[in-house]
């Protein structure tokens, strides 16, 4: 029996008050990497955990909620990368590249857009001429910077792995909670990245900018570079 309640108990910590308490821990802001490495953490050791108390009820049940796992990480990691190759093909038609900028490549759109594509051999970075536009040689510097920190840090691999998390569990509360608090977490990563190349109030400016009607979305970033 306590082969049985131990990972039970571990299992239930884990998918309620742990999480909840990390998802409302204000020191995440100032330490994203180690609340991030907590969240992986949780959602290793919570499968493992539900595994394992399965293991000692049914051996089959254990084994089918592995399978169910991994078989939806594998489908998502497949599904992501075929929208990043169609995805590639588009912006490789529809853009044009940059020769003061190598690896990035430019596309004719009003509204300000920057992102970093991962792909073999190499990443491409993309901007619209809006984007130019709308901001300072600095400001420009800061979102590019943050930008190909999503890449240098393998950013999609991590949210890709907790969106198959929550399309695996989409009954289970905390997986969708824990993918909204990761995609936070990166996004600070990379702000951190991008402080190394401008000041704060640049880097918050330009965040500002760029979001413009969406401010909303992007006020714990913008909170946290001002109180620096």
């Known amino acids: 029996m306590t082969k049985v309640l131990i990972p039970a108990a571990i299992a239930i910590l884990l998918a309620w008050p742990v999480p909840v308490l990390l998802a409302r821990a204000r020191w995440a802001v100032r330490m994203p990497a180690l609340a991030m490495l907590c969240w992986q953490a949780i ?10 108390a399965l293991w000692f009820i049914s051996q089959g049940a254990a084994a089918l909620l592995a399978l169910h796992l991994l078989l939806n990480l594998g489908l998502t990691a497949v599904g992501t990368s075929r929208q990043r190759r169609r995805h590639r093909q588009l912006v490789d038609l529809l853009s044009t590249p940059m020769p003061d900028r190598p690896g990035t490549r430019l596309i004719e759109n009003e509204a300000p857009v920057a992102y970093c594509l991962p792909g073999a051999p190499r990443s491409v970075t993309v901007l619209s001429d809006g984007l130019l ?9 800061a979102v590019v910077a943050h930008e190909r ?6 950013h999609h691999i991590v949210l890709m792995a907790f969106k198959a998390w ?14 909204e608090a990761v995609a936070l977490l990166v996004e600070l990563l990379a702000d951190d990245d991008a402080r190394q190349v ?15 009607a969406d401010a909303a979305a992007v006020a714990p ?4 570079l001002v109180r620096a």
Do not use: C, K, N, Y
């Not at 970033?221 to 946290?224: F, G, H, I, L, N």
């Open 43 to 52: 959602a290793v050791a919570g499968g493992l955990s539900m595994i394992g």
């Open 198 to 212: 401008v000041p704060d109030s640049v880097l918050a400016s330009a965040v500002t900018a760029v979001a413009g």
């Open 133 to 141: 536009r709308l901001l300072s040689d600095d400001e420009l510097a």
């Open 166 to 179: 929550r399309t695996a569990l989409p009954w289970f509360p905390i997986a969708s909670r824990a993918e």
């Open 149 to 154: 920190a999503h890449v240098t840090q393998h």
């Open 221 to 224: 970033r913008v909170a946290r």
